[in-house]
Every structure is written in C-alpha cells, then in structure tokens.
C-alpha cells in the first residue's frame, strides 16, 4: 500500500471501518494491494513472516539515505525489464486523484513493470507476472477509497470543531443527504497529501482494542488484526489561507469475498490523536451519528417529510 511514487522529473524533490469491493485480483500479502483474500490465499506464495511492503527501508543509514523522505521508500525504480522476465509488462504511470503538497499536481501510481521490479527486490521472485496489472488495479482503487475518507473528514472538520458539529449531530446519512445550496460558506481549498509512510509492525490502539473485542465476542467482532497500517500526513486547509499538517490512520482489513469471488477490504480512516482537536473530532462525528440514531431523529425526520 501507499505506492505513490516522488520521483517525477516535472515535479520537484472511513467508527467502525467502512467497506471496500475490488475488482476480481488476488494480490499477495503485505500492502491492500498485495493483500489475499481468505478464499484465495494459495493462489500466491509469499512469506509469512514478512507483512510489510516489497519495498521497505532497511535498516542503517546509508540505506535510509537513499530513500524519498515524502514515502520513505526509493526514490526511483527501474522501468526496465526485470531478468528471466516471461511477459511484457505495461511501463505506463496512472495519475491518482490525490493532490500532492509540494507540487500543483497529483501523486502518480507505480507502472506494473515498477511494482514487479519492486517486489522482485524484496524477495517475491515467484509472483505470477499475469497478476501484477491486477494488483496494482487493486493498490490504486484502495488508494482513492482511502483518500476519499480523508476528504471526508476534511469536508466536516477544515472549518472547525463548531462547524463540523453541526454537520456531525446528523449522523452519517445526514451528511450525505445535507442541502448542499442551503451553505453559505465558500469552498475551501481542497486538502493535499504531504507524505505517507508505511507501518505495518506498529498495531494502532484501536485495532488492538477491536481484536480483543473479537475474541471476547467473536460472533460480533472480528479478532483478525489488520494487515497493514499507514499513516497519511495531509495539509488541511483552513478558513482565512491558513494550513496545517493533520495525521491520519489507515488500517486495512480483509473480509470474506464477495459470492462472485471479488475481495473485499475494510478501510479504517480516522485523524491521529495527536491531540485535543483531533481526540474531538473523532468523539463528534462518532458520537453524533449514534446520538441521531438513538435519539430518534432519524425517525421523527421520515415522519416529517
């Protein structure tokens, strides 16, 4: 996961997790791109004491000297076709949807050949070359879900905690279905990706937390932990020109497939507690969708209408 690439010579040096169907690929393990799904976890052989991207930081400085500082990962990645490789793979870059905080452009996705290459340093020589295109489909679709939740909470909170609680106290359907013409505020800038990293070893709290749950109430709660973590730092814009940096936490869930065989991810999108504002943040919009709901609003809302 998080194979946005800084290496462009034209720019310079979802509360309970929501959701997400893929198409029909089966990536290896480490990243939602190289995650398996459950019913087709034969299908590639990787290690199974390796959960983290083929493209990780070694250990010792000269190694870490080498590497981006906006992803932490190597700076450039060769198009060129690997050794022993059987079928041509396409060199073509996909631009994401994500803004970049350094540049007026977008982050751009690794090329199939790039993530070959990738994986091949890290030691998964046995990845069927007929899968990569699909993986790295599936790595860029759980990129913009991702990326999508973060402007989620953007959406409500880049305003303030007062603002975004008068969008929260509606719950999560209230949102979507709010009045866009009633809102007199102009649009804000919208919110750009600074860097990321990936952390796949370092289980969040909440993920913690939710694995107990599962072993206690197994019928209700999952107790598989995530398999992958990101952190995403992202320039919110504020009202007035203003911007900060704001940490995000990315765990990624696998979950059964769907009947037709897709995979299927679970994305937990939320602000880092890095502090008091964002502790609140995560209160508000939780605590406001179960207030609607159990307050009865919802209820009184359909009578109304």
């Known amino acids: 996961m998080g194979w946005f690439w800084a290496d462009s010579p034209n720019a310079p040096n ?41 493209v990780k930081a070694p250990k010792g ?18 198009q060129s076709r690997a050794e022993n490789q059987k079928k041509a793979l396409p060199v073509e870059r996909t631009v994401s949807s994500i803004p970049r905080g350094d540049a007026e452009s977008n982050w751009e996705y690794p090329s199939p050949q790039q993530m070959y290459n990738a ?26 879900g991702a990326w999508d939740e973060i402007e989620g909470w953007e959406e409500r909170f880049s305003r303030g905690l007062s603002y975004g ?22 649009q804000l800038p919208r919110p750009k990706l600074l860097r990321f990293q990936g952390r796949p070893n370092d289980i ?8 107990l749950l599962g072993k206690a109430y ?18 919110r814009q504020l ?7 704001v940490r995000y936490v990315i765990d990624y869930y696998s979950a059964p497939p769907e009947p ?27 605590g406001g969708d179960v207030w609607f709901r159990a307050s009865g609003a919802k209820i009184r809302e359909n009578v109304s209408t």
């Open 165 to 186: 609680w008068r969008l929260c106290r509606r719950g999560e359907e209230g949102f979507v279905k709010r009045d866009l013409t009633t809102e007199s505020e102009t």
């Open 119 to 144: 994986m091949l340093r890290k030691g998964y020589d046995d990845t069927p070359e007929d899968a990569v295109e699909s993986m790295v489909a599936v790595h860029n679709f759980l990129n913009e």
């Open 61 to 78: 400085p000269s190694s870490l000297s080498k590497l981006n500082p906006l992803n932490y990962m190597p700076s450039y990645i060769s």
């Open 260 to 286: 037709t065989g897709e995979p299927v991810f679970y994305l937990d999108v939320r602000p880092a507690i890095d502090g008091p504002t964002a502790a609140a943040e995560r209160m508000m919009r939780w």
């Open 204 to 211: 969040t709290p909440k993920a913690k937390i939710l694995e």
């Open 218 to 235: 197994p019928s209700k709660y999952s107790f598989e932990p995530p398999f992958d973590r990101h952190d995403w730092y992202v320039q």
């Open 239 to 245: 009202p007035h020109g203003e911007v900060r940096e």
């Open 14 to 54: 979802r509360f309970p997790p929501h959701p997400v169907s893929a198409s029909s690929a089966t990536p290896p393990s480490g990243c939602p791109m190289h995650a398996v799904a459950p019913s087709n976890s034969s299908n590639l052989s990787t290690s199974p004491s390796d959960r983290s991207c083929p």
